[in-house]
């Protein structure tokens, strides 16, 4: 297995042993008999972070001289191309990989940061399995004109998931004005509950304050829910 991390030290952060807390890791899966009773050898590197190269020649060292199966760490940029892309080489990148990295990719790359519509699709999905939302319930959406890409692919999901999207509304300012925020929200407010919205769902973190102050503002009595951000809350 292949170990690839940034050298911090040239900018002046020092991550301490990395080969040593690796190590005791893989100890402890070989003396449990390894992965399916093979033990774990790994193979370090710590590229310079303001080198493209040295991620490169790393790539090219642990594929073709040590033949590692794959490759963990932080690889930065489009470095991770070269495993999964160019030699057919597994990727865990705690760095982000793009879906259109990704696309041709002949094996797996995987990275900690999630794709953005398998997230959505996983909020929406704790949403009803928490009995927050239900099949056929009437859906109010509002997000921000910075974050519509997401909004759409919010009210898709919701749609699949069989919920009736009755509004669809889009906050246009930045939040910085907050005479013309109050007046959009109070808007807002009337088109759902016109529209028989049963809950509001915000599809973009910073409407979070907007749709606070348009229930603050308005005679209101519609669960909020804020599935962007660092939780479903």
């Known amino acids: 297995i292949g170990i690839v991390f940034p050298d911090t030290a040239v900018i002046g952060r020092d991550p301490g042993d990395l080969e040593a ?15 399916n009773g093979r033990a774990l050898e790994l193979y370090f590197h710590l590229p310079n972070p303001l080198d493209d190269t040295a991620f490169e020649a790393a790539c090219i060292d642990l594929v073709e001289d040590q033949q590692v199966f794959a490759v963990i760490g932080l690889v930065v940029r ?24 990704m696309e041709d990719y002949t094996t797996a790359g995987i ?30 959406a509002v997000g921000g004109v910075e974050g519509e890409a997401a909004h ?4 898709a ?55 606070l102050i348009g229930y603050n503002n308005a005679d209101i009595d519609l669960p909020f829910v804020l599935p962007e951000g660092p939780g479903v809350n």
């Open 157 to 211: 999901a919701l749609d699949a998931a069989g919920l009736d999207v009755v509004a669809d509304t889009l906050v246009q300012g930045d939040g910085q004005d907050l005479v013309a925020l109050t007046n959009e929200m109070q808007t807002f407010t009337e088109v759902w509950q016109s529209s028989g919205a049963e809950v509001v769902l915000a599809t973009w973190p910073l409407t979070a304050q907007a749709i």
């Open 78 to 101: 489009t470095n991770a191309d070269c495993y999964a892309g160019l030699n057919d080489t597994p990727i865990i990148s705690t760095f982000s990989i793009t879906p259109e990295q």
């Open 152 to 155: 759409d692919s919010y009210i």
């Open 21 to 35: 807390k690796f190590q005791v890791i893989a100890d402890q899966i070989n003396e449990d008999d390894g992965i």
């Open 111 to 140: 990275t900690i940061v999630a794709h953005p519509q398998r997230l959505i699709d996983a909020r929406l999905q704790a949403l009803i399995d928490g009995g927050v939302l239900v099949e056929g319930m009437k859906a109010a």
